[in-house]
């Protein structure tokens, strides 16, 4: 039943539509609250008797590529943030590449859909050899990654067939800010954001409902953008990672080119791009980076750019003063749930655009689902 596309045309689209449900079942049996001392608490069974060693480490690794390497990006901000340990990013062919430190006293995180890529695999074999705790975040129950690492967390997103990830990222965001939560302390000091957060999590399938209602509006943005020859995407802080994932979406499937930006760098170089021609996408939702965000929709305007803005729902006159851009408006989460929110349009837009443009969705051309050779 999982493998059949129901109402829907194609693979993607149906993963794109059931992730409330995928989200349900991601965090079914571990996110907890309730009871008589009304307690919230994350039980993540596969990482019990390791906790400890985790939260002692020297720093976390997080090792993956393509859309699981961004959704370990989009909750590095997160997990530094409640566990204190300090938290590195590793592309695994780039690991292997340099040949890069790890210590015994390293957490290596490996994320994984399938749980069988090379260049993940390999990493994984050089890491166990330097000696350092291994935990595995995959998709696949019995999974070589799954099986060869001391412990890990299944994210239980249900069979994924559209070659381009789509419910599996989510998934993995979700575990990962679990995993934040249960690394964390449970300091008096940080007692109200970890409730935030847990809340913010029971509640994300709601606001994954509320934001597919905008599959129309993305394919009314795709049919403007389909004679394109590019597409920037600019993000910072908790959504670096969705500019660099939305980006990866478009050239993927819809064979678009198509680059995620820091935000922090367009000065440094990718200014010199804006013109009146070039489309750019600018996420600009609620959090810490608001108002520099808001600055560099300023400069973008100031050099005509042709400018798409998301925002939180009710913001469109504060990211665009004026009008003039084209906005849409997302439900607001908390901050470091944002990005499991965001990346939904940009995966309806990736997906109406390569319908548009008549490519294969679910197959991409020269692209595989699992990458298993080097
Ligand atoms: C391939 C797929 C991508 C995927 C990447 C990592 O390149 O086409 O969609 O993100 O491998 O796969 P994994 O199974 O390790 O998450």
């Known amino acids: 039943e999982q493998i059949n596309k129901g109402k829907y045309k194609h693979y993607m689209q149906k993963e794109i539509?059931?992730?409330?449900?995928?989200l349900t079942t991601t965090m079914r049996g571990k996110l907890l609250r309730g009871g008589s001392c009304k307690a919230k608490t994350v039980l993540l069974g596969g990482l019990k008797d390791h906790l400890k060693t985790i939260r002692r480490s020297r720093r976390i690794v997080f090792i993956g590529c393509g859309t699981s390497y961004n959704a370990a990006l989009a909750a590095r901000p997160i997990l530094e943030e409640l566990s204190g340990v300090p938290v590195t990013m590793e592309i695994a062919s780039d690991l292997l590449d340099r040949q890069g430190p790890i210590y015994r006293e390293d957490t290596a995180v490996f994320v994984s859909q399938s749980g069988e890529t090379a260049d993940t695999l390999l990493a994984l074999g050089y890491t166990l050899e330097n000696g350092a705790l291994c935990v595995g975040i995959t998709n696949t129950v019995g999974s070589v990654i799954a099986r060869n690492t001391h412990c890990g967390v299944h994210i239980n997103a249900g069979c994924e067939i559209g070659v381009a990830s789509t419910k599996a990222y989510t998934?993995?965001?979700?575990?990962?800010?679990?995993?934040?939560?249960?690394?964390?302390?449970?300091?008096?000091?940080?007692?109200?954001?970890?409730?935030?957060?847990?809340?913010?999590?029971?509640?994300?399938?709601?606001?994954?409902?509320?934001v597919?209602?905008?599959?129309?509006?993305?394919?009314?943005?795709?049919?403007?953008?389909?004679?394109?020859?590019?597409?920037?995407?600019?993000?910072?802080?908790?959504?670096?990672?969705?500019?660099?994932?939305?980006?990866?979406?478009?050239?993927?499937?819809?064979?678009?080119?198509?680059?995620?930006?820091?935000?922090g760098e367009m000065k440094h170089g990718p200014l010199a791009l804006v013109d009146e021609n070039l489309p750019i996408v600018v996420i600009a939702t609620r959090d810490a980076c608001f108002s520099k965000q808001q600055s560099v929709i300023q400069q973008l305007r100031a050099r005509k750019g042709h400018?798409?803005?998301?925002?939180?729902?009710?913001?469109?006159?504060?990211?665009?003063?004026?009008?003039?851009?084209?906005?849409?408006?997302?439900?607001?989460?908390?901050?470091c749930l944002q990005p499991v929110v965001n990346i939904v349009p940009c995966q309806l837009l990736a997906y109406h655009l390569t319908?548009?443009?008549?490519?294969?969705?679910?197959?991409?051309?020269n692209l595989a689902k699992s990458m298993t050779t080097q």
């Open 171 to 210: 998934s993995q965001i979700v575990v990962m800010a679990m995993l934040a939560l249960a690394i964390g302390g449970d300091t008096i000091s940080k007692q109200e954001r970890r409730e935030a957060i847990i809340d913010g999590l029971f509640d994300l399938p709601n606001k994954i409902r509320e």
């Open 307 to 335: 400018l798409i803005v998301m925002c939180a729902k009710g913001d469109a006159a504060s990211v665009c003063p004026g009008g003039g851009c084209r906005v849409i408006e997302v439900p607001q989460v908390e901050d």
């Open 212 to 263: 597919l209602k905008l599959d129309q509006e993305m394919k009314d943005l795709a049919k403007l953008l389909i004679a394109e020859q590019s597409l920037l995407v600019f993000g910072r802080g908790y959504n670096y990672a969705t500019a660099l994932e939305g980006a990866l979406k478009v050239k993927e499937v819809a064979l678009m080119h198509s680059e995620g930006i820091l935000a």
């Open 17 to 22: 539509h059931e992730q409330p449900e995928s």
């Open 355 to 365: 319908v548009l443009r008549g490519y294969n969705v679910d197959q991409p051309r």
